[in-house]
């Protein structure tokens, strides 16, 4: 069965749902409604990795993560960062997961990393460092793009001693992908190729993205069903965890395509 990572911003400008779970109070019961509707894990942010995105200093990135992990404990939290000093005091909390949209680039907190029980979400980003950049990319060669990414990193986790058994590996989205949907559409239809080269599981986040957007001709409050129909695309192309804002519709959906997906097998 795929499983669910449950996005949860506590940021003030996401472009989904920036601001409305920004209180610890307001957080708190959010991750607790996602628990409630089937997520698996609750992905955890509080600084918005959107292009126009603004800095959140790792301080004030802790101060609101914080009282959320205390609340909703760390069995089921994945920390949503990629600045290292906030992933080295996730660390600290034995939070489940770290996921990172730069794919761990910083080797000094490998040792601490190999060290802990954490997987790792390891994403694929067009732009360097940091948030998402509008980056015009060509379909054609995203993937030598990917296979070159991945191949170094994660050598370079293994080299560490970072076993490949707590990784997943996430090609990365819309903006992550480049600003044209035909790459993103491409990498969706091509995942079977991820899977086979490296044998990991796989990770997809097309939840609400500008991509989805644009083909649907919706807004963000519009693109539900859009985003359904790309995320059973996903899972049926074998996609292992699907990231999603709408965890009740998402479980519901794969419950009934994984039972028209068995009698179809039997």
């Known amino acids: 069965m795929t499983g669910i990572f449950a996005i949860l911003n506590a940021t003030e400008d996401s472009f989904s749902d920036g601001g409305k779970y920004l209180t610890p109070d307001a957080a708190i019961w959010r991750a607790h409604q996602l628990l409630n509707d089937g997520a698996d ?4 942010g509080a600084a918005a990795s959107n292009p126009d995105a603004i800095h959140v200093p790792p301080k004030e990135e ?10 909703v404990g760390p ?27 730069q794919g761990f680039p910083e080797p000094a907190l490998y040792k601490d990393i190999a060290r802990s ?12 460092r940091g948030q ?6 060509d379909p054609a060669t995203i993937f030598d793009r990917l296979f070159a990414f991945f191949d170094d990193r994660l050598a370079a986790l293994e080299r560490a001693g970072i076993a490949r058994t707590r990784i997943v590996i996430d090609p990365g989205m819309g ?4 600003t044209d949907p035909e790459v993103s559409l491409t990498v969706l239809r091509r995942l079977d190729e991820l899977k086979e080269r490296y044998g990991l599981p796989l990770l997809v986040s097309v939840s609400r993205k500008s991509f989805i957007r644009k083909l649907a001709n919706v807004g963000v409050a519009e693109a539900g069903p859009a985003t359904l129909a790309a995320e059973l695309y996903a899972a049926a192309k074998g996609a292992d965890w699907l990231r999603t804002h709408d965890v009740a519709a998402l479980k519901r959906a794969l419950a009934v395509w994984s039972a ?3 009698a179809r097998k039997a």
């Open 41 to 44: 894990v609750i992905d955890l």
């Open 62 to 71: 802790i101060a609101r993560l914080a009282p959320i992990v205390a609340a």
């Open 75 to 101: 069995g089921q939290i994945s920390i949503d960062s990629f600045a290292p000093e906030t992933q080295a005091w996730a660390l600290t909390q034995n939070v489940a997961w770290l996921n990172d949209i």
């Open 117 to 128: 029980h954490v997987r790792l979400v390891v994403m694929h980003n067009v732009a360097p």
């Open 132 to 137: 998402a950049q509008r980056i015009d990319t």
């Open 175 to 178: 903006f992550f992908l480049g």
């Open 260 to 262: 028209l997906n068995a």
